[in-house]
């Protein structure tokens, strides 16, 4: 069908190119946003309102002209012109283009009968036939009040064998408070005992890990992703006996809301699997040369890690980089022996709470006796709305909230001839080299000045008028002021002025809650 619907996009596109006429719904515009959007903007999805439909749309045009035009939408961390990467969330030019221009002529509809067929989304994962394993949390009532919370959740596997895994799919229970799901699997039973004794169950409580260095990652889901799969005749194995431990991400806000989020797992067939390995090879504890991970407070540092001379020639199939709240950017590259620059990814403008595993287009080798780079800066100042303490205070490396990481992943397995000619995802091969560059901010609540030391001005837009209750909570939880209670919020765009006179100095959450969603922002208050 995705095949159907770009080819329909490009007949399209070529229509209006040549004849100059405004753009319509039916044949230029529904294409692309199904292509691109409704994976998250469907009934039921983490979009909150659906894209299927021209009647849906209609009430959002605005906002999704002025998304698309700012790079909100679609969200994409990573840097296009420094390198691509499988299953990219990027409009090209002349699709952004098609949209704006459909927004500012009246958005019409065209022939409705003409548009593509509506896609179909399930509630119980997109991966065909019937899972191998499936694990499911226990129904989890969120906690979050001021500060996010990663939920620990470990299910035994049941696996009498080792087992390799050819698909991965997370399907949240409550697409409206899951932000992201981290799966990983321990056979040391250390994840186990922390659940058993924790008195904030069901789960544990933890920040940046799972509480054991020997977990091993099975998998990422982030919103709109999709499954992760490998190539046939790849897989990564699940040992034998080992627990399956699913970390949940809930936002601040999300308090009272509950959770079931399920995993997927769909298994390779075991004769002939060339195992994929995902390892932290490049890591601050062992690879950082202008080491170690110590950023004194007021501060921005950069520090650099290297993983020289790999033993045996590679074969890369993805990349995922990590740090904590003070992050400001990372890349990660390899340089060949002969000299060659190998560029996995760099993302420009770091967010802890919107990460991913990123998969190459096409498996890539890295020969033996290559070196692997990653490049990271942190700031340890005040005008990090994300910094952890207030004032500021020296962070050093560790798993906690308050440390950092300089952490790389890769997805590999050992080279064999033509690996380099397996393609993971084929829609990219053919997309113009020349993109704009976009990267991931999915800020729907603004508030100016920040950091504040009178009035603050915050700045919201609704598509449709909404009730809601806007609240300023400190780092314990405690609500300080009420700006708002299940009051009117107008449609459209609001700009409400608010006094945080008297305010002890520090950080502090402002969340809305309307029927809709729960919105948060950072604020930091200063004398």
Not at 107 to 116: E, K
Not at 168 to 191: M, S
Request: proline share 8%.
């Amino acid at each position: 069908m995705v095949k159907k619907l770009l080819a329909i996009a490009a007949v399209a596109m070529s229509g209006f190119e040549a004849n100059g006429q405004t753009p319509v719904w039916s044949t230029d515009v529904a294409p692309i946003l199904y292509n691109h959007c409704t994976s998250c903007h469907h009934t039921g999805g983490i979009g909150h309102f659906s894209f299927i439909g021209y009647d849906s749309v209609l009430a959002y045009t605005g906002s999704i002209k002025a998304d698309i035009l700012s790079g909100k939408m679609p969200p994409w961390p990573p840097d296009p012109t420094y390198s691509r990467l499988a299953h990219q969330r990027l409009l090209s030019t002349a699709e952004i283009n098609t949209i704006v221009n459909w927004a500012n002529g009246g958005s019409p509809s065209g022939t409705l009968s003409l548009a593509p067929p509506n896609p179909v989304y399930s509630t119980h994962g997109v991966l065909p036939g019937t899972p191998d394993l499936k694990v499911k949390i226990p129904a989890y009532t969120s906690t979050a009040v001021g500060n996010d919370i990663y939920q620990c959740f470990v299910i035994p596997s049941g696996l009498l064998t080792d087992k390799y895994i050819q698909s991965f799919e997370a399907i949240p229970g409550n697409p409206r408070i899951v932000h992201h799901v981290l799966v990983y699997a321990d056979t040391t039973g250390r994840c186990a005992y922390l659940q058993a004794h924790t008195t904030s169950g069901p789960g544990y409580p933890d920040f940046g890990g799972v509480g054991t260095d020997s977990a091993t990652m099975l998998g990422v889901w982030v919103p709109g992703s999709d499954p992760m799969s490998y190539p046939a005749g790849f897989g990564l194995k699940i040992p034998h006996g080992a627990d399956i431990i699913v970390q949940v991400h809930y936002p601040a806000g999300s308090q009272g809301q509950v959770d079931s989020t399920e995993v997927n797992f769909h298994f390779a067939p075991t004769p002939g699997i060339r195992e994929v390995f995902m390892q932290p090879i490049l890591y601050h504890g062992f690879d950082m040369t202008d080491g170690p991970l110590v950023i004194p407070a007021n501060t921005i540092k950069t520090f650099h890690e290297a993983f020289p001379g790999v033993p045996f020639d590679m074969t890369v199939l993805g990349v995922f980089p990590h740090m904590h709240l003070i992050g400001q950017s990372i890349k990660t590259f390899a340089v060949h022996p002969a000299g060659d620059t190998d560029k996995f990814i760099r993302i420009n403008k770091w967010d802890f709470h919107w990460q991913g595993f990123y998969m190459l287009p096409k498996m890539r080798k890295v020969p033996v006796g290559s070196t692997l780079y990653s490049e990271a800066t942190y700031d340890n100042t005040a005008a990090n709305l994300n910094n952890p303490y207030s004032p500021p205070q020296t962070i050093t490396a560790g798993e906690n909230t308050t440390n950092e990481m300089m952490i790389t992943f890769f997805v590999y397995t050992f080279y064999q001839a033509g690996d380099e000619n397996i393609i993971i995802d084929s829609t990219l091969l053919s997309v113009p080299a020349s993109q704009l560059n976009y990267y991931h901010g999915q800020q729907l609540l603004g508030v100016y000045p920040n950091p504040a030391v009178n009035d603050i001005v915050v700045k919201c837009y609704f598509e449709e008028g909404d009730r809601g209750t806007m609240e300023l909570v400190d780092m314990q939880g405690k609500v300080v002021r009420r700006f708002m209670n299940n009051e009117l919020i107008n449609n459209g765009y609001s700009a409400l002025t608010y006094s945080v006179k008297g305010l002890a100095p520090g950080n502090y959450s402002l969340i809305l809650k309307t029927s809709e969603r729960v919105l948060s922002q950072k604020i930091v208050v200063v004398q």
